[in-house]
């Protein structure tokens, strides 16, 4: 019982770390600069291809495989991938270093996607820019499903195990490793709420033209956090797939990947840290229970993975209707402290 | 009861903002009453507020003794009262005669066709252009359609707000002498919100000054003219 | 050109038939406060949209201190030295007052993605700027407003904070697009007492658009009229307003 | 021959779905993303009222127009119009939609689970081709599918032209405080289009599978097909999704055949890119869509 709610507790922090991250990402793009990204699942996807395609050639590289294999890496991509695991069982060096060359790869692919769906955003605003990102966002699935080179069409491909150093830790390293990405973009994203560029993104969101006349070059901040975001939704994308240890192009839907971050940063407030923190957590938790007790609502005459959904929906109905901020509203902060503003103004305190 | 219009502590603005601060105004019937004022004092918030267009925070608009607060915003011409906007006030992709009759929205149907001769022949000018779309018309024809636009639902108190603004002089007399007619051959009660004062001076009876969300002076056109010190301090007549 | 802050010379913008600038030139010579009036829809707005980069005029010339600018995207003519406020209310809403302020304050480091997270970049920088920024609120007496949401302030405080917002950004030239409007008149006299201040003090030039002649007539150093998209009288206030034909469009009489 | 009949039906039924999307937007301004379940909920009434009542899908046409008129009625009474009422930006209105369609999801799968376990019916996978009827040598449904089309767009032009109902949706779409100061009921009038789109969603919905596989996902992953559709016919003539179904089905179907003939097999499975390709394009390069280009032509 007690090891159960152990892994049960572990996949909920992998999965947590991941959209985590990715709902940070969202935050950074809607909640500061005002960019509706209903397009997160493409960058997401090319980490996640980035993820399935890479480590599988770096292990073949690194380690010794039977060549012949490589003929055909789609259709012996099992065999390669459990060789390639036995290897790195002993050598937490190489796997490492496929971990870190995978996430330079995804991050590059993220900063590609985001910044060509970025161009649109220069240009579009409101709800067409919306419709744009979310048709660039179908692209990828579409060519990832379709053409069997990338990751193997439909049903994926498996890949390498890079935790598999870890023994019976594996699952926890993971997920460790994931939470951390997310701790990384949570500092990250604090930081430039405590600068002066937190500042300057709001003002970008709430009246370009006049950051604009003051000097901002809204189009190229615009351009630079898109790919920013794209490189955060590249890292989480590749580091999901290296948690999985692998990748179907069907599973990574719009609805997962987009739709559901999207809910998340409405409901916990799209405006704060700790409001994206409060609504990841809890449609994780309800999403990783409504799976585990699956069974015990079998008499139900259907999937009860629909109840997500339904619950979902309804709840996010009523937050926008009644708190359409979110459950944790936007402050005004400042990139100094009282003390210092105080100090630097000359006043005893403010 | 005369009072055509009566508006008390009418406390209203937009959201959270509060534009304007107890309001009173009072109309009688067959009155032209003159708002005027700087830019962004409220004039547009007091005539948008009788639509419900602006929220009412509290007070009350009083319409022949209706209470118009509680009324919805379409329900609003149907009680006798005609809205000429500042701005948006045709249908551009619309033809002229479309817009006239869209301006009978709440008549019943048979009547439509009835009342766009009555306010053609008040609205002369209107009738060469019925037939082109309103988006093609100069700045001044524009305004005319408005003007008739505004009057096809029948209505017992017109609002206009504006109505020479960005109008070249011959246009602005042009619709000076079209309200100026209205107001002779109808017994229409007229809010009208202008600032080009000279224009009106002979056809109001009476004159709000609101600034700032509040009325600081009320009284004849006269006694505000009289007045050098308003007029210096708030209309920007040196 | 001469050394003329600005120099406007025949510029042209129509929206559909309609032509809002219909052939302006105007030329603002340093340090000078310059007015320019005319009735609503005579065409200002439209011809400072025109020249700041916010609109891309159909033709003419545009020279900040004899530099070409024309079609220049608003933020470089910011930086190149002019900054212009807006007619209608843009506040930041989400921003605090001080906010606002320190928006228009340049911070290099600060509002960099890749630098912002090591303060010490910009920590210097931002204290001259938030002393600058208290500066300008106690100026504009927005100083017991200082941490207040803007998008909870009223009219009047928030065109005092965007015109501090302008005066902030460090410009040589400022364009004032209607600075009063919605602003009481005593508030109103003291920034024009201040835009002289700095007139006078730090040699700024100034363009301003207002209606409240009452007011803005007194320290106005030249007055421009535009009437229909076209400049109809130009020189000191007495010239401008002995004008026949500024009493005939603008009063008028 | 084949594949420009398919390319034919497709095209009606694109232009079916693209329509109501128009509609509403026009009328309400709000982008619908739940509009791809009302068109699901469309086929599932078929299947349903098939199976259960036996009779040909085409007899139930009508129903399956009230049934979807009703829902799309509820989305925007319960959800959108609610969340409008307080002033919410397109880009939250978007998010309602959102919302909505992950509750019609649910619902859908339920049902269709629901018929699976408790009666048995193939309802994951369902195809009615076999009700189908011949006509001049061609499939039933490319009739009925272009004629549900053809008399959509001219009875909704004949009202728009020809009736005070028409004006003040036309007026409505122009400028809508306008409207309603001249005392043109918004509400109900965004009510009837939302009801009007929901019905044409319902009817596509209803013959789809009578010629392509329906499943419970089969109108949400066609959303962004649809989206294109509507933007790249443009929303400002209601006769752009017709025209912008034509050019997307043949495109998407005949086109790619003929491609693959000159340039491989290989590039068959893309073709649910070239939608997106045109979405894309449209809104960088011709953001008024293909009506509005030919109307600024003309005019």
Excluded at chain 1, 52 to 63: E, T
Excluded at chain 3, 190 to 209: A, H, K, W, Y
Aim: hydrophobic share 50%; net charge neutral; proline share 4%.
């Amino acid at each position: 019982m007690s090891g159960q709610w152990f892994l049960f507790s572990v996949d909920l922090l992998a999965l947590f770390g991941i959209y985590l991250a990715l709902n940070l990402s969202l935050r950074l793009q809607l909640g500061y600069t005002g960019i509706a990204n209903f397009g997160l699942v493409l960058a997401f996807t090319g980490g996640a291809y980035v993820g399935g395609w890479l480590p599988i050639r770096l292990g073949m590289w690194l380690v010794e495989v039977d060549p012949s294999l490589a003929d055909d890496m789609i259709w012996n991509n099992v065999i390669i991938a459990s060789q390639v695991d036995l290897s790195l069982h002993g050598s937490p060096g190489t796997a490492m270093t496929i971990l870190l060359i995978t996430l330079l790869a995804a991050g590059a692919a993220g900063a590609l996607l985001g910044l060509q769906s970025g161009y649109p955003a220069v240009r579009l605003g409101g709800d067409y820019l919306a419709i744009s990102l979310l048709a660039f966002g179908e692209v990828l699935a579409i060519i990832g499903n379709n053409y069997d080179p990338v990751v193997g069409g439909p049903l994926g491909v498996r890949i390498p195990d890079v935790w598999a150093w870890a023994g019976d830790w594996r699952f926890m390293a993971a997920s460790l490793a994931n939470c951390a990405l997310a701790l990384g973009v949570w500092l990250y994203l604090d930081s430039i709420e405590k600068s002066p560029m937190g500042r300057m993104l709001r003002a970008i969101r709430d009246n370009p033209d006049a950051a604009s006349s003051l000097g901002k070059n809204v189009a190229r901040v615009r351009l630079n956090v898109m790919v920013t975001g794209g490189i955060i939704c590249g890292l989480a994308g590749a580091m999901y797939t290296l948690y999985t240890t692998g990748v179907a192009p069907s599973a990574l839907s719009r609805f997962d990947w987009t739709f559901l971050p999207w809910v998340m940063v409405v409901f916990g407030g799209s405006g704060s840290n700790v409001g994206v923190l409060i609504g990841t957590f809890t449609f994780i938790l309800v999403q990783k229970l409504i799976i585990s007790y699956k069974f015990a609502l079998s008499f139900l005459p259907f999937d009860p993975v629909w109840l997500q959904f339904l619950l979902m929906g309804l709840v996010l109905i009523l937050v926008l209707n009644f708190r359409p901020s979110g459950l944790v509203t936007e402050k005004a902060s400042y990139a100094l402290s009282r003390r210092e503003m105080a100090k630097a103004a000359g006043k005893e305190s403010l | 009861m005369n009072n055509l219009l009566k508006i008390e502590n009418l406390n209203a603005g937009y959201g959270g903002i509060h534009v304007l601060f107890d309001v009173n105004l009072d109309c009688t019937r067959g009155e032209a009453v003159a708002i005027v004022g700087p830019n962004g004092s409220g004039k547009t918030t007091l005539l948008n507020s009788i639509f419900r267009l602006a929220d009412i925070f509290s007070g009350s608009v009083i319409l022949d003794g209706t209470e118009m607060q509680k009324e919805k915003s379409h329900k609003v011409t149907g009680r006798g009262v005609g809205y000429l906007r500042q701005e948006g006030n045709v249908f551009p992709g619309l033809t002229v005669e479309e817009n006239l009759k869209m301006g009978a929205f709440n008549l019943p149907k048979g009547e439509v066709g009835e009342r766009m001769e009555e306010v053609l022949s008040l609205v002369k000018p209107v009738v060469p252009f019925l037939r082109r779309t309103a988006g093609t018309l100069s700045g001044g024809e524009r305004e005319m359609v408005a003007l008739a636009v505004s009057l096809m639902c029948r209505p017992k108190l017109l609002l206009l707000d504006e109505p020479t603004s960005g109008l070249s002089p011959i246009a602005s007399a042009q619709i000076a002498e079209l309200i100026k007619n209205l107001k002779d051959k109808t017994r229409l009660s007229m809010l009208i919100i202008e600032q080009n004062l000279k224009i009106l001076f002979d056809v109001v009876d009476k004159c709000y000054l609101l600034v700032s969300g509040r009325i600081i002076f009320s009284g004849g056109p006269g006694e505000l003219q009289c007045d050098k010190e308003l007029m210096r301090t708030y209309l920007g007549l040196a | 050109m001469h050394g003329a802050m600005l120099e406007v010379r025949d510029v042209k913008k129509s929206f559909g038939g309609l032509k809002a600038v219909d052939g302006v030139s105007i030329s603002l010579p340093r340090g000078r406060i310059t007015l320019l009036i005319g009735p609503n829809g005579s065409g200002k707005t439209t011809l400072v949209n025109s020249i700041t980069g916010f609109l891309r005029p159909d033709s003419g010339h545009v020279y900040l201190e004899d530099k070409e600018i024309t079609h220049w995207p608003m933020h470089r003519i910011c930086k190149e030295g002019m900054v212009r406020s807006f007619q209608l209310p843009a506040p930041f809403g989400g921003l605090s007052v001080l906010g606002n302020l320190l928006v228009a304050c340049e911070s290099a480091c600060g509002e960099s993605l890749l630098k912002c997270p090591l303060k010490a970049l910009w920590k210097t920088t931002e204290k001259d700027n938030v002393r600058e920024a208290f500066a300008m609120a106690e100026a504009m007496e927005l100083t017991p407003y200082w941490d207040a949401v803007m998008s909870e302030t009223s009219t009047g405080h928030i065109k005092l904070a965007e015109i501090g917002r302008a005066l902030l950004a460090g410009a040589k030239l400022v364009i004032l697009d209607e600075p009063i409007c919605g602003v009481d008149p005593v508030m109103a006299d003291e920034v024009f007492s201040f835009l002289i201040r700095l007139r006078d003090e730090q040699g700024l030039t100034f363009l301003v658009i207002e209606h409240r002649l009452d007011i803005a007539l007194k320290y106005a150093d030249y007055v421009y009229v535009m009437n229909q998209g076209k400049l109809i009288a130009q020189g000191s206030v007495e010239e401008v307003l002995n004008d026949s034909q500024v009493k005939e469009v603008y009063l008028g009489s | 021959m084949a594949s420009f009949i398919d390319a034919l039906t497709y095209s009606a039924l694109l232009g079916l779905m693209g329509f109501g999307l128009t509609l509403i937007r026009r009328t309400t301004g709000v982008w619908n993303v739940a509009h791809g379940e009302v068109v699901t909920i469309g086929s599932y009434v078929a299947l349903t009222a098939t199976s259960f009542l036996a009779h040909s899908p085409y007899f139930y046409l009508p129903l399956a127009f009230l049934v979807c008129a009703g829902v799309s009625g509820i989305i925007f009474l319960a959800g959108v119009e609610p969340i409008r009422a307080k002033g919410a930006s397109s880009i939250l209105l978007l998010v309602v939609t959102i919302a909505i369609s992950l509750i019609m999801i649910a619902v859908i799968n339920i049902y269709a689970d629901y018929l699976q376990n408790v009666f048995h019916l193939s309802s994951k996978n369902f195809l009615f081709a076999r009700f189908d009827f011949t006509l001049l040598g061609q499939m039933g449904i490319l009739w009925a599918a272009w004629a549900a089309l053809a008399a959509l767009t001219i009875s909704y032009y004949l009202v728009l032209q020809h009736t005070r109902l028409g004006l003040a949706l036309r007026a409505l779409a122009e400028q809508p405080t306008l409207a309603v100061v001249m005392g043109a009921n918004v509400k109900s009038l965004s009510l009837l289009s939302w009801c009007l789109a929901g019905g044409a969603a319902g009817l596509a919905g209803c013959l789809f599978p009578m010629r392509f596989q329906c499943h419970p996902g089969v109108g949400t992953s066609m959303i962004a097909t649809m989206f294109a559709v509507s933007i790249f016919g443009g929303i400002e003539k209601m006769y752009g999704p017709l025209l912008a179904g034509l050019v997307l089905g043949f495109a998407q179907i005949y086109g790619i055949d003929l491609l693959s003939s000159w340039v491989g097999p290989g590039v068959i499975p893309f073709k649910d890119l070239i939608p997106m390709i045109v979405l894309l394009l449209t809104l960088q390069f011709l953001p008024e869509g293909l009506s509005g280009f030919v109307g600024r032509r003309r005019g």
